[in-house]
C-alpha cells in the first residue's frame, strides 16, 4: 500500500508572529522534516487567498475576526487577512523541506469560497485535485501533519477517509488554534470518520 505524508499549510502567517498564529505552530517543523524521507510521496498545501478574499472579516462591515457568519455554502468563521497571495505570510517556513514535495496544492484561492481541506473546497463540491492525483499514483494511504489541526488537518483528514483512504493523524505534529471547543469537536469528528489519531 502506497502511503504519502500530507503536509498542511506550514506557513508564516500560522507560525509565531504571524496574522493568525497557531500558539507553537512552528514546533512541528523538525519532526515534519524528519519524516519526509520515510514516505513514498510528500504532498505540501498552501492556503493562497487573494487580497479581499471573502472569509476576512475586513471584507464585512461591522465583523470581526473570529466571527461565525453565514455564506451561501454555509457557515464560515471570518479570519484575520492571512496568507495573501505572493506575501511573506503566504510563504512556507523558511526551513520546511520544501524540496521534497511531490506536488503542492494550493487552496482557497476562489474569492468567494473559503477552503480547509485540502480535498475539496467548504462549498463541498468543488474538488481541488488533490485526489485524482492521489489515486493516479497509487496511494491509498495518508498520514497528516501540520495547521491548524482543529480547522484544515480535520478537514482534510475527514474528507479523505470519507473518500476512502487510510487515514492517520499525527497529533504530535500537528497544533490547533482551539476556537470555543473546535478542537475537542474536531478530535470526535475524525474517530466517528475512521481516521486514527496518533
Not at 61 to 82: E, F, R
Not at 152 to 172: I, M, P
Amino acid at each position: 500500500m502506497t502511503h504519502a505524508l500530507i503536509v498542511i499549510d506550514v506557513q508564516n502567517d500560522f507560525c509565531p508572529g504571524g496574522a493568525l498564529e497557531v500558539p507553537q505552530g512552528d514546533a512541528i517543523l523538525r519532526g515534519i522534516n524528519a519524516l519526509m524521507p520515510d514516505f513514498d510521496a510528500v504532498v505540501l498545501t498552501q492556503d493562497w487567498h487573494p487580497a479581499g478574499h471573502s472569509s476576512f472579516a475586513s471584507s464585512h462591515d461591522g465583523k470581526s475576526p473570529y466571527d461565525l457568519i453565514t455564506m451561501p455554502y454555509g457557515p464560515q468563521v471570518l479570519w484575520p487577512d492571512h496568507c495573501i497571495q505572493g506575501s511573506i505570510g503566504a510563504q512556507f517556513l523558511p526551513d520546511l523541506q520544501v524540496d521534497r514535495a511531490d506536488m503542492i496544492i494550493r487552496k482557497g484561492y476562489n474569492p468567494d469560497i473559503d477552503s480547509y481541506s485540502a480535498f475539496v473546497e467548504n462549498d463541498h463540491r468543488t474538488p481541488t485535485g488533490l485526489e485524482g492525483y492521489l489515486r493516479t499514483r497509487g496511494i491509498e494511504r495518508l498520514t497528516m501533519a501540520g495547521l491548524a489541526l482543529d480547522f484544515c488537518v480535520n478537514f482534510s483528514a475527514v474528507d479523505a477517509a470519507k473518500l476512502g483512504f487510510d487515514v492517520e493523524v499525527r497529533e504530535d505534529l500537528c497544533r490547533a488554534i482551539d476556537l470555543d471547543g473546535s478542537l475537542a469537536k474536531a478530535r470526535e469528528g475524525m474517530r466517528a470518520a475512521g481516521v486514527t489519531l496518533i
